[in-house]
């Protein structure tokens, strides 16, 4: 464990702690742009999770201790996806600990807790939601390993920072199987994150929603760490693409801190992008039905075999 | 040289010709006239390939040798007399309503187009022109099939259409993987496709893509054969059409079909040591003779009774060369001649005795000997010539084929006699109200042409009691190929 | 891993784009995209051959080449266009099963395909040799396709893009079939086509409708 190691992991875990809220003020902004509206300020989130950590929590009377732990559940355990993530280096200390199949688990271990979480005060919406939530997730999870088994498959090992270190080195050629690959990732990240064609973030009808149901009963401080691991998993699943499909600028395993620092403002312009880029597919798609929602995610999942199938019968 | 040119230009320039004049009144004498020019072309042919031997023409292009003459023969022979038939059959079908002036002209040149693919199919050398003539085969008698525009007709020829597509988009995939195997032997170009060819090299050809050939080409030509499970389009196809194409299907691409199933066969046996192809081949005939006889009991339609005896006796003919060996092959073959002139004599008298009734159920034909014996004794004698009954040819090589069975396959022998059991008991109860009793018929505005019927069955009369030594021997040539 | 050469790459990816598109059309409802599609899959053809052309020096395959951009590109799809706009087609077509199962066989048959071209891929000696399976792939997907529609024309796109498959299959395992039997293939199709479109006009006049369940009446 050597201490530009230990340096670079905390150095991750801040910049994702600190940038999770201003990559979704940034798409927040390109939304409205491309729709020619004006924007809230980009960092109106941070505002908003300061003025909730000030309120008084209000919770149902009926109310388990299941409520009240899971935001600290889902907090933490996006964070923690956020270290194992290599989005700034790869010499990262917990990410030996974990791997894919790890990380994908983190992010069912927090939609797991979430949905009993809005099923425990037992109320429709929360119900519904839930339902909803659980749906697309069992649809989308396979179609993510899929994609996570072909970049495996590609560096032979499920370790992120072997699989990140494997494809920066490769030359420069044209991949099918990870073009495949890429389009479902973003597909899937689509449909996790509860953006369009999926889910409305901005909606307000509650019949409507898939992922704001969960958290309609939510108040203060709790509110306040559930929109913050929103925003985590979303700059996680971008990191994560950013990893998989782009992984030029990430500082390699024995790298000095100066290729660290000179990684983080190549991570910020990959992220502004990557969020201009979401909010154009936001602005061009329109919202699914949800018994659509299956054909949407049976084609991620297909496009993620197919990028299998095609590494393994071409070798590339 | 002429005589293939004859062979293939005449029907081409015959269904140019027929384009134009073919809804005229005196067509169909143009259309026995282009046939008979064939016949004399396939006739001056087979003289030359009994003086000489097998011949590559043209460049290696085409390929006669003693399996595909007598075929070439035999189909020139049908077109003749199927075209002698439809002559009174058409004029009948005009005066009844069913068909325009228009139709007649599309009838008269796809039916020449459609004698040209088969002929061409039966002489190319070259597997890739081989599947091109099926295919265009396929295509000429969709529209001669739905020619009635009937619901049903449609029917039959969007299934026949589909269907036989399909097989014969599998027969291209095994003809790529025949090309791909002889590519590495024979080099790229026209000379890895011809049969000749391929036939001088076959044991060094890579057996599995060989054998995977073949299993996609089976699949592909076999449908066109009419093997169960791919048959589904042959009852429809036959029963829907008018009766000149049903004879000419039953009695000629049935045959083409299979002659091109043998010659891949040949090949693959060659390069495979194992009896891979002969097993699949006897599997198939098997099961399509048992299918085929046991459906024949639920039929009521009397074109639909005898499709279904078409695919019974194919299915005979597979497993016999599936059999393999000098006298299975031997009674392949003869059964081929014999099969095809019984078939279209029967098409011929069913299609006269189903205009005069009016229907073609079985229970609306009754008593045809009663207004017309011509017509009643030629249904009569067919039915029993197609059922096995000595002297007739069918017997001679169903009883070679099924002593051969009872030396080398006896697990078969059972399946095939009482296949053959049940189908003998089907058509005849079904024949004989229909040829004898009290008449429901009418009598026809125009004279039926009977004499092609009666010629068929002569000559299977005669190739049952003695068979001329030229055919014998081609015969015999033949088997020994086939192995 | 060993360095592939730049064409032998862009063939890879013309082939995976072969195979995406057969997915699409497997997976479209809209009758009009299907065609697009299958014009579109002609031309991944086309350029396929003219970069194994150029790359391994066989100028005859560029009347292939030139052949598949006139007949498959060009001609068929208008030819479908108008049969579309005179029949006045515009469905929204519904399969026999719905298009998550669809798309669930696909992968199987997919699978199937691949195991079913290893030993022949590791026999031909072209570069091109590991895109066989993916051809038998489509040829396999556009067989699905035929079987679970039910209206007449994306049945008839569903046989083409077959042949389409097998026409891939010949260029990645054996560089293209001789030029006589392409001409007659082609020919055939052609063929096939406008014969179609005659059938198609008798089957509108009888039933009114190109909805094949109308045709499924013989049986036994």
């Given at each position: 464990?050597?201490?530009?190691?230990?340096?670079?992991?905390?150095?991750?875990?801040?910049i994702?702690l600190?940038?999770?809220?201003?990559?979704?003020?940034?798409?927040n902004?390109?939304?409205?742009?491309?729709?020619?509206?004006?924007?809230p300020p980009?960092l109106?989130?941070?505002?908003?999770i300061?003025?909730?950590?000030?309120?008084d929590?209000?919770?149902a009377e009926?109310?388990?201790?299941?409520?009240?732990?899971?935001?600290?559940?889902?907090?933490?355990?996006?964070?923690l996806?956020?270290?194992?993530?290599p989005?700034?280096a790869?010499?990262?200390?917990?990410?030996r600990?974990?791997?894919?199949?790890?990380?994908?688990?983190l992010?069912?271990?927090?939609?797991?807790?979430?949905?009993?979480?809005?099923?425990?005060?037992g109320?429709?919406?929360?119900?519904?939601?839930?339902?909803?939530?659980m749906?697309v997730g069992?649809?989308a999870?396979p179609a993510?390993?899929?994609?996570?088994?072909?970049?495996?498959l590609?560096?032979?090992?499920?370790?992120l920072?072997?699989?990140v270190?494997?494809?920066a080195?490769?030359?420069?050629?044209?991949?099918?199987?990870?073009?495949?690959?890429g389009?479902?990732f973003t597909?899937?990240?689509?449909a996790e994150?509860?953006?369009?064609?999926?889910?409305?973030?901005a909606?307000?009808?509650?019949?409507?929603?898939?992922?704001?149901?969960?958290l309609l009963?939510y108040?203060?401080r709790?509110?306040?760490l559930l929109?913050?691991a929103?925003?985590?998993?979303?700059?996680?699943?971008?990191?994560i693409?950013l990893?998989?499909?782009?992984?030029?600028?990430?500082?390699?395993?024995?790298?000095?801190w100066?290729?660290?620092?000179?990684a983080t403002?190549?991570?910020?312009?990959?992220?502004?992008?990557g969020?201009?880029?979401?909010?154009?597919i936001?602005?061009?798609?329109?919202k699914?039905?949800?018994?659509r929602?299956?054909e949407?995610l049976?084609?991620?999942?297909?496009?993620a075999?197919l990028?299998m199938?095609?590494n393994?019968?071409?070798?590339? | 040289?002429?005589?293939?040119?004859?062979v293939?230009g005449?029907?081409?320039?015959?269904?140019?010709?027929?384009?134009?004049?073919?809804?005229?009144a005196?067509?169909?004498?143009?259309?026995v006239?282009v046939c008979?020019i064939t016949?004399?072309?396939?006739v001056?042919?087979?003289?030359?390939?009994?003086g000489?031997?097998?011949?590559?023409?043209?460049?290696?292009l085409?390929?006669v040798?003693?399996?595909?003459?007598?075929?070439?023969?035999?189909?020139?022979f049908?077109?003749?007399?199927?075209?002698?038939?439809?002559?009174?059959?058409?004029?009948?079908?005009q005066?009844?309503g069913?068909?325009?002036?228009?139709?007649?002209?599309?009838?008269?040149?796809?039916?020449q187009?459609?004698?040209?693919?088969?002929l061409?199919a039966?002489?190319?050398?070259?597997?890739g022109?081989?599947w091109?003539?099926m295919e265009?085969a396929?295509?000429?008698?969709v529209?001669l099939i739905?020619?009635?525009?009937?619901p049903?007709s449609?029917?039959?020829a969007?299934?026949?259409?589909?269907?036989?597509?399909?097989?014969i988009a599998?027969?291209?995939?095994?003809?790529?993987?025949?090309y791909?195997?002889?590519?590495?032997?024979?080099?790229?170009?026209?000379?890895?496709?011809?049969?000749?060819e391929?036939?001088?090299?076959?044991?060094?050809?890579?057996?599995?893509?060989?054998?995977?050939?073949?299993?996609?080409?089976?699949?592909?030509y076999?449908?066109?054969?009419?093997l169960?499970p791919?048959?589904?389009?042959?009852?429809?196809?036959?029963a829907?059409?008018?009766?000149?194409?049903?004879?000419?299907?039953?009695?000629?691409?049935?045959?083409v079909?299979l002659?091109?199933?043998v010659?891949?066969?040949?090949?693959v046996?060659?390069?495979?040591?194992?009896?891979?192809?002969?097993?699949?081949m006897?599997g198939?005939?098997?099961l399509?003779?048992?299918?085929?006889s046991?459906?024949?009991?639920?039929?009521?339609?009397i074109?639909r009774?005898?499709?279904y005896?078409?695919?019974?006796?194919?299915?005979?003919?597979?497993f016999?060369?599936?059999?393999?060996?000098p006298?299975?092959?031997?009674?392949?073959?003869?059964?081929?001649?014999?099969?095809?002139?019984?078939?279209?004599?029967?098409?011929?008298?069913?299609?006269?005795?189903?205009?005069k009734?009016?229907?073609q159920?079985?229970?609306?034909?009754?008593?045809?000997?009663?207004?017309?014996?011509?017509?009643?004794?030629?249904?009569?004698?067919g039915?029993?010539?197609?059922?096995g009954?000595p002297?007739?040819?069918?017997?001679?090589?169903?009883?070679?084929?099924?002593?051969?069975?009872?030396?080398?396959?006896?697990?078969?022998?059972?399946?095939?006699?009482?296949?053959?059991?049940?189908?003998?008991?089907?058509?005849?109860?079904r024949?004989?109200?229909m040829?004898?009793?009290e008449t429901?018929?009418?009598?026809l505005?125009?004279?039926p042409?009977?004499?092609?019927?009666?010629?068929?069955?002569?000559?299977v009369?005669?190739?049952?009691?003695?068979?001329?030594?030229f055919?014998a021997?081609?015969?015999?040539?033949?088997?020994r190929?086939?192995? | 891993?060993?360095?592939?050469p730049?064409?032998?790459?862009?063939?890879?990816?013309?082939?995976?784009?072969?195979?995406l598109?057969?997915?699409?059309?497997?997976?479209?409802?809209?009758?009009?995209?299907?065609?697009n599609l299958?014009?579109?899959?002609?031309?991944?053809?086309a350029s396929?051959?003219?970069?194994?052309a150029?790359?391994?020096?066989q100028?005859?395959?560029?009347?292939?080449?030139?052949?598949?951009?006139?007949?498959?590109?060009?001609?068929?799809?208008?030819?479908?266009?108008?049969?579309?706009?005179k029949l006045?087609?515009?469905?929204?077509?519904e399969?026999?099963?719905?298009?998550?199962?669809?798309m669930?066989?696909?992968?199987?048959?997919?699978?199937f395909?691949?195991?079913l071209?290893?030993?022949?891929?590791?026999?031909?000696?072209?570069?091109?040799r590991?895109?066989?399976?993916?051809?038998?792939?489509?040829?396999?997907?556009?067989?699905?396709?035929?079987?679970?529609?039910?209206?007449?024309?994306?049945?008839?796109?569903g046989?083409?893009?077959?042949e389409?498959?097998?026409?891939f299959?010949a260029?990645?395992?054996?560089?293209?079939?001789?030029?006589?039997?392409?001409?007659?293939i082609?020919?055939?199709?052609l063929?096939?086509?406008?014969?179609?479109?005659?059938?198609f006009?008798?089957?509108?006049?009888?039933?009114?409708?190109l909805?094949?369940?109308?045709?499924?009446?013989l049986?036994?």
């Open positions: 464990m050597s201490a530009t190691g230990f340096l670079s992991q905390l150095l991750q875990l801040a994702a600190l940038l999770a809220p201003v990559l979704v003020g940034w798409v902004q390109c939304r409205a742009w491309l729709s020619n509206r004006s924007a980009l109106q989130p941070y505002r908003t300061r003025k909730l950590f000030t309120k929590a209000v919770v009926n109310a388990s201790w299941l409520f009240r732990m899971t935001p600290y559940i889902v907090f933490a355990a996006m964070a996806a956020a270290a194992i993530v989005s700034l790869t010499d990262l200390p917990f990410a600990a974990a791997d894919a199949i790890a990380l994908v688990g992010f069912a271990l927090a939609r797991v807790f979430a949905a009993l979480a809005a099923m425990d005060i109320t429709a919406f929360g119900s519904m939601g839930a339902r909803r939530e749906f069992f649809l999870e993510l390993l899929m994609v996570l088994f072909t970049a495996s590609i560096s032979g090992s499920t370790s920072p072997t699989i270190d494997t494809l080195h490769r030359e420069f050629a044209i991949y099918p199987s990870l073009a495949f690959a389009v479902a597909m899937v990240s689509l994150n509860a953006r369009i064609p999926i889910d409305n973030p909606t307000h009808l509650e019949l409507t929603m898939i992922h704001e149901a969960m009963e108040s203060a709790h509110l306040a929109e913050w929103s925003a985590l998993k979303l700059f996680n699943y971008s990191c693409g990893a998989l499909f782009l992984p030029f600028g990430i500082a390699e395993g024995s790298a000095d100066l290729a660290i620092l000179g403002p190549v991570l910020i312009v990959k992220l502004a992008v969020g201009f880029a979401l909010a154009m936001e602005t061009l798609s329109a699914l039905r949800i018994f929602a299956p949407f049976g084609t991620a999942f297909l496009l075999v990028a199938l095609v393994l019968m071409l070798g590339s | 040289m002429i005589e293939i040119l004859a293939l005449v029907p081409v320039a015959g269904a140019a010709l027929l384009a134009l004049v073919g809804g005229r005196r067509a169909a004498e143009i259309n006239g008979l016949f004399a072309g396939a001056a042919l087979t003289v030359r390939v009994i000489e031997g097998p011949l590559l023409i043209a460049s290696k085409f390929f040798d003693s399996f595909n003459v007598f075929l070439i023969a035999l189909t020139a049908v077109g003749l007399t199927t075209s002698i038939f439809s002559r009174p059959y058409m004029r009948i079908e005066e009844l069913h068909l325009t002036p228009g139709r007649l002209r599309l009838y008269h040149s796809m039916f187009l459609f004698n040209f693919t088969m061409l039966l002489s190319t050398n070259n597997m022109l081989l091109v003539a265009a396929t295509l000429t008698t529209l739905s020619l009635y525009r009937t049903a449609l029917e039959a969007w299934k026949y259409f589909i269907l036989c597509g399909v097989g599998q027969a291209l995939f095994g003809t790529i993987l025949l791909f195997a002889a590519e590495k032997l024979l080099g790229a170009g026209g000379n890895a496709l011809l049969w000749t391929l036939n001088s090299v076959k044991g060094a050809l890579e057996p599995t893509v060989l054998s995977l050939a073949f299993v996609f080409l089976l699949v592909g076999g449908t066109k054969v009419g169960v791919l048959h589904n389009w042959l009852p429809d196809a036959h829907e059409g008018p009766t000149p194409v049903s004879a000419v299907l039953s009695g000629l691409l049935l045959n079909a002659y091109a199933v010659r891949c066969k040949v090949l046996e060659g390069s495979v040591q194992t009896s891979f192809a002969r097993t699949l006897m198939f005939g098997l399509s003779v048992v299918v085929a046991l459906l024949l009991l639920r039929q009521k339609d074109k009774l005898f499709a005896s078409s695919i019974e006796h194919m299915g005979i003919i597979t016999a060369f599936g059999m393999g060996g006298i299975a092959s031997f009674a392949g073959l003869l059964h081929m001649t014999v099969h095809s002139l019984t078939k279209s004599a029967i098409f011929f008298a069913v299609g006269h005795a189903t205009q009734a009016g229907t159920l079985m229970d609306g034909i009754r008593g045809l000997v009663t207004i017309s014996p011509l017509i009643g004794w030629g249904l009569a004698v039915a029993l010539a197609i059922l009954m002297p007739f040819g069918v017997f001679a090589s169903e009883f070679l084929i099924l002593t051969t069975a009872i030396h080398e396959q006896p697990w078969a022998t059972p399946l095939l006699l009482g296949a053959l059991g049940i189908s003998f008991a089907a058509i005849f109860s024949v004989q109200p040829v004898f009793g429901t018929v009418k009598r505005p125009h004279r042409a009977m004499i092609p019927v009666f010629v068929h069955l002569g000559i009369l005669m190739l049952g009691l003695w068979i001329p030594p055919l021997d081609w015969y015999r040539q033949a088997a190929l086939i192995g | 891993m060993q360095h592939i730049l064409w032998a790459q862009l063939i890879n990816l013309l082939a995976a784009v072969l195979l598109l057969a997915f699409a059309m497997l997976a479209q409802r809209r009758v009009l995209t299907l065609i299958f014009a579109a899959q002609g031309f991944a053809l396929s051959t003219a970069i194994v150029f790359a391994t020096h100028p005859h395959l560029y009347w292939s080449v030139g052949l598949t951009l006139v007949l498959k590109v060009m001609l068929l799809p208008w030819l479908l266009h108008r049969l579309i706009l006045d087609v515009r469905w929204d077509v399969g026999l099963i719905n298009i998550p199962t669809t669930l066989l696909g992968i199987v048959l997919v699978v395909a691949f195991n071209a290893l030993p022949i891929s590791q026999l031909a000696n072209t570069v091109t590991a895109t066989l399976g993916i051809a038998m792939a489509s040829v396999m997907l556009a067989f699905l396709m035929m079987i679970t529609r039910r209206k007449a024309i994306p049945q008839v796109i046989f083409l893009a077959m389409n498959g097998l026409f299959a260029t990645s395992a054996t560089y293209g079939m001789p030029m006589v039997v392409e001409l007659g082609a020919l055939d199709v063929v096939a086509m406008l014969i179609l479109g005659v059938f006009f008798q089957i509108r006049e009888q039933f009114d409708s909805d094949l369940q109308h045709l499924e009446k049986k036994e």
